[in-house]
Nanobody
Framework: QVQLVESGGGLVQAGGSLRLSCAAS????????MGWFRQAPGKEREFVLG????????YYADSAKGRFTISRDSSKNTVYLQMNSLKPEDTAVYYC?????????????????WGQGTQVTVSS
């Protein structure tokens, strides 16, 4: 059974930092890309950034450039999202997801597996 389990969310003040983790299990992800999405209340789920499982490729949405970083530790089967200089508009539920390599990075419908999400709240 494939599982993606996010952790690390919480409440932080504007300007602060958080690191989210996504622990993957249940299959090998060598031919997958791992993406982070977020969904704020009343809004559609949006792509934030992604990384190939090999770590050789990354893709960032404009909202993430300069503040967020994605990385992975293949020995731990874990993908990380480092978020710095957080803003109130970053408040959302953050989801980890996996899509077959070659899929469109930013389209949620291309992702086969999803985690349950972790809440990030940034106070002003």
């Amino acid at each position: 059974q494939v599982q993606l389990v996010e952790s690390g969310g919480g409440l932080v003040q504007a300007g602060g930092s958080l690191r989210l983790s996504c622990a993957a299990s249940g299959r090998t992800f060598n031919n997958y890309v791992m993406g982070w999405f977020r969904q704020a209340p009343g809004k559609e789920r949006e792509f934030v950034l992604g990384i190939t499982w090999s770590g050789t490729g990354t893709y960032y949405a404009d909202s993430a450039k300069g503040r967020f970083t994605i990385s992975r530790d293949s020995s731990k089967n874990t993908v990380y999202l480092q978020m710095n200089s957080l803003k109130p508009e970053d408040t959302a539920v953050y989801y980890c997801a996996a899509a077959p390599y070659g899929s469109s990075w930013s389209r949620p419908q291309h992702y086969d597996y999803w985690g349950q999400g972790t809440q990030v709240t940034v106070s002003s």
